[in-house]
């Protein structure tokens, strides 16, 4: 198998395993309280036991384990795996904003995303050179009607309420209508033009980062908060992920003023 069929496969399996699976809680994680239900772990084994059978050797970093998982005796691949990503709303059982992400990348280079939307069972997806819904090429067009954009951020906690939030308030007057959500999913979605742009405000891991890898490869505009390349290591960064230079700016300014 090559690893858009693997990845297509991983994505497929752990959206019907995450249609029966528990959301019983197992535990949180971190200052930031993220929960861990087992519906994140029968994902993920899902994920892992295709990973296996795959005739690859890989690394996997995923959000549901502190140790690298090593596969083969060499691997060069690294997988990172967010099994379900929005696994708060997920216990809730509003499942809109959930998805399964994962993205193969080798030297800082992406071979290839993935990201399943677990309401709709779309899938994006990205290889070296495209991006892809439902496996057809994408290309957006970079150009904007209207005077707003609609712009996704993750501030639903405190820190990132009282600190990265207020940074949007002048924007948010008159330039731009605020999504209080973002992951891998929102932004998949700049390829489909449900969102002009996603802003990430607080260093993340290299998991959630899944669709911008794909929106990029579509024509998006992918930085740091500083306007910085984006890295595709196993690293924490905050992002902007853009469908135009002018929003990227727009944006850029806000948060660093």
Not at 16 to 38: C, H, M, R, T, Y
Not at 186 to 207: C, H, K, M, R, S
Request: with cysteine.
């Amino acid at each position: 198998m090559d690893l858009i069929t693997i990845g297509k496969k991983c994505v497929l399996e752990a959206m019907k395993v995450l249609d029966n699976a528990s959301a019983e809680i197992i535990q949180f994680k971190g200052p930031a309280k993220n929960v861990q239900i087992k519906a994140d772990l029968a994902a993920q084994e899902a994920i892992i036991n295709i990973l296996k059978k795959s005739g690859y050797d890989f690394f996997i970093i995923s959000e549901e384990e502190k140790e690298l998982i090593k596969i083969g005796s060499n691997p060069k691949i690294e997988v990172y795996i967010d099994p379900l990503d929005g696994s708060s709303f997920f216990i809730v059982g509003h499942k809109r904003f959930c998805c399964t992400a994962l993205m193969f990348v080798q030297e800082g280079r992406v071979l290839a995303s993935f990201v399943g939307d677990l309401i709709t069972k779309d899938i994006y997806h990205c290889d070296t050179q495209f991006a892809y819904f439902n496996d057809r090429k994408i290309f957006f067009s970079t150009k904007k009607k209207g005077e707003r954009y609609i712009v996704a951020t993750y501030a639903t906690k405190g820190k990132r309420i009282k600190e990265e939030l207020p940074k949007f308030a002048e924007l948010a007057q008159e330039k731009i209508l605020l999504f209080n959500n973002s992951g891998p999913l929102e932004q998949a979605f700049v390829i489909t033009g449900q969102f002009d742009a996603v802003v990430d405000l607080l260093p993340i891991n290299l998991w959630d980062y899944c669709g911008a890898a794909i929106a990029q490869k579509a024509g998006a505009i992918v930085t740091t908060q500083e306007g910085r390349p984006f890295q595709y290591k196993n690293i924490k960064q905050t992002g902007i992920t853009a469908r135009n230079s002018k929003i990227h700016k727009m944006l850029l300014e806000a948060l660093n003023k």
